[in-house]
């Protein structure tokens, strides 16, 4: 309870200004019920007691009339009247005067209140016309939050007022603070959000009015602990805290605090701050609205002055109002000396085109020309673009870019794109650049070299179109893995224009630009030469392998076979009975024959070419093997209702090539054979013969059912066949031996479906250049006209004492010795004429013997007899050594012949 105003008779002591008293609810109800509550003695009225006992008694009081002060419907107050010396009864005119001033009082209150109002309205009209000045004077922040504290602080009377801005991370630290005299400044503490007062005006957010700090109680218990706690630390008695919501968003709070007394705030104050905190807000949201304009003015004056490209902004006049930096150095004055100047003493393009600007404006569209103004010498890309608003056309805008380094860039970038052109054009391996999609994107020439297509066939087109259909899987599994990452090395088959198939190997690798694969990278080598070379030399030591075990058994049956002709030919020279005589003669035929396959399992050996190869000329003996094989393709064929076409084309040149000409006739023929043997249903078979790098070619293509990897791969190994029961698997077997030892090779072309071209390639020889057969060492010295002396030297006894016999049955002696060692005993005991000599013996070989023979009895002729046949000595690199050689299995006629041939005359 406060006593607001008091007056007291002399010698009475002053009641007082404030009293706490809490329980008297009953006395002011029954005020405002009657208007008036009389008390004669204070002191024995119960209805007043617990007054008296804390107030009154203390006072002296005895009598006490309690009168309501009413405004409008409201008691905003009362009278109280006492005596204090003696008891008073009240009369009903001390009632009746005390009412009717009581009802004068509260209209005097009432129209004070309204005058109060219209003051404070007139106070905040007036304090937020200011700040509404301030904010259109000035859009800076600082500013404007100065004069709302300071104005504010001023019309309020208040003892502290400040802004605590919010910042999340660093809490709100106070600025912008006004203080009256005698007051304690906050500026720069730091005050937390992160509490519930904080978070109260976040997140509600409406004023907080206290009026009594210490004793506010109008929130939750942790809200009015952590008020008051806060108001005892920054002196605060009453506060009001008001948020600051800036389109929004909470952007602070506008604190206003009393620290001299304990304040009531009235509604018109907090009506002023509320009105204040809204315009102070508006200034907030104009400032940085300002500053956000002024940086991004900034931000543009600054990029425009940096762009590289001149840029021109020229009015509707055709006049230049402004020019960046790189646009002034173009015409090498400062930015500011060009405004002013019309844009076709800036930008003419040059004679008879006009001034870009002008035709921009005229034709209100955009309009780019590249031109080299002649005071500039420099090449310009012009670019000139109208500028409109809703009103229309208010100027032209001009971007110049200066081209002459992008040209240098340019030529430079031809220059090397030329270079590499010219490498990868000049690489013989095909260079090619394939899309995600399998799409040729590009490829150099030595792809049409391989292929046959043109590069415009190619290009846009599936790279598994070139490849054969059997490989295709894998080569886009492979492609697949390449657009993963992961380069790669494969060998395929493609396809030619022609049809042929080629063997290729190809590396790729991802296009990666920008960390993207845009697709793949090949580079592809033809390999089908290596792949044939590869496979001409497998070939050939599988078929040398089998040669030398060919020769091993040939070596082994000549012996055998040796003893059994010799014998039976001794025996037939000595039998009279013709019964006899006839089953020696069918022995004698048996080995013959049997000797004849032996030299035809021998000649698989590939020996070396001896000197029996003489000038062939390749055309003659092609005919020959088409004429020998008419009868099959052409007769034959016709009786069975087929039709063959076989058509021989020998280049009219007349190449020629050393060799045998019988043996290759066979090949020739055996070809020619096969192929017919491949077109059960008839068909075509080219036959040519042509020149090329010192060699000479010989194609035999047919259009027959052609064959596939697997049977190409075996076509030339002995006993494979794919004729079945009428097929030996030896043609293709022998003709490859006939041509390897002719020092040529021969290879296959084929696939299912495809025909097949056999290709045999000898080294050609010019007519001139051919060297003559030599007729070796067999030409005869004469009858024999007496008896030789003959040493006999083989470590098989069947095939030594066989010889002997035959020798002595011709009139000659001899002797003989199973190893070398033992031959060359008996020649340092006797005189011989003549020494035959096995070539393979253990310990000293033939060889061996007939070196040591002509050293210790130079002129003395030696005769090599072996079962390897009459090449063996070339392939021992010894051809000089003997002075004849026989091959096992021997007969009397070849005896007789070195006989005869040696004998004394």
Known sequence: MRNVAEYNAPGVAPAGREHKILPITGLIESVKQHGVVAFEDVSKDPAIRFVYEHILRHLGTRSIMYVGIRVGDEMRAAFALSTVHETRRWRDSDVALARAVADQTGIAIRQAGLYQRAEATSTREALINRLSHAIRASLNLPDVSRTATHELGRALRASRVYIRPYDPEAGGLVEYEYLAPGSQSMYGSVVSYDNPIGQYLINTPRTIVVHDAANYDAGTPEFNARLRDFSTRNGALSKILCPLVVQGRFRGTLCIHQIDRVR????????????????????????????????????????????????????????????????????SVAPRELPGRRCCDILRAGRGEGCIIERASAEGRSITLEYTPERLGVPLLVTAEPIRDASGQIGT???????????????????????????????????????PECRIMWSNSAATAMNGYAKDEMIGHNFLELIEEGDREMALDSFRRVLAGEPQTTEVRIVTRSGNLRHVLTDTTPLVIDGRTTGVLSITRDITEQKQERERAAQADKLRALGQLASGVAHDFNNALAAILGRAQLLRRSTRDTEVARN????????????????????????????EFTLLEVGALLRDAVEITRTRWENDARARGLSYDVQLDDGGCGLHARGNASELREVFVNLVVNAIDAMPEGGHLSVKCRGRGGRVQILFTDTGAGMTDEVRARIFEPFYTTKGMHGTGLGLFVSYGIVERHLGHISVASAPGRGATFTIDLPAVEPAAAVPSDAGPGHAHGKPSGALSV?????????????????????????????????????????????????????????????????????????????????????????DTADTVIGKPFDFGQVEEVLARYKKR
């Open 264 to 331: 009531h705030w009235a509604k018109d104050e907090v009506a002023l701050v509320e009105a204040v905190a809204a315009q102070l807000a508006t200034g907030i949201a104009q400032a940085e609205l300002f500053e956000m304009v002024e940086r991004a003015k900034r931000t543009w004056e600054v990029t425009f002055d940096a762009m590289s490209d001149g840029i021109f902004i020229f009015g509707n006049d055709r006049r230049l109002l402004r020019v960046n930096r790189a646009g002034a150095e173009m015409e």
């Open 397 to 435: 805008v001009c971007t110049v870019r200066d081209l002459t380094e992008l040209r240098q860039v340019e030529a430079v970038a031809r220059e090397r794109q030329s270079l590499l052109e010219n490498v990868l054009e000049s690489a013989r391996e095909i260079i090619c650049a394939v899309d």
């Open 584 to 611: 020696l003669d069918i022995i004698q035929t048996a080995a013959e024959d049997a000797a004849a396959t032996v030299r035809r399992i021998r000649s698989f050996a590939h020996q070396s070419p001896g000197e």
């Open 791 to 879: 040493l006999v030297v083989d470590d098989e006894e069947a095939v030594r004492g066989t010889l002997a016999e035959m020798i002595e049955s011709l009139g000659h002696t001899t002797l003989t010795a199973d190893c070398g060692d033992a031959a060359l005993a008996l020649l340092e005991g006797a005189s011989f004429d003549l020494v035959f000599t096995d070539l393979s013996m253990p310990g000293m070989d033939g060889l061996e013997v007939a070196r040591e023979v002509h050293r210790r009895r130079p002129g003395l002729p030696v005769v090599i007899v072996t079962g390897y046949g009459k090449d063996a000595l070339r392939s021992h690199g010894a051809g």
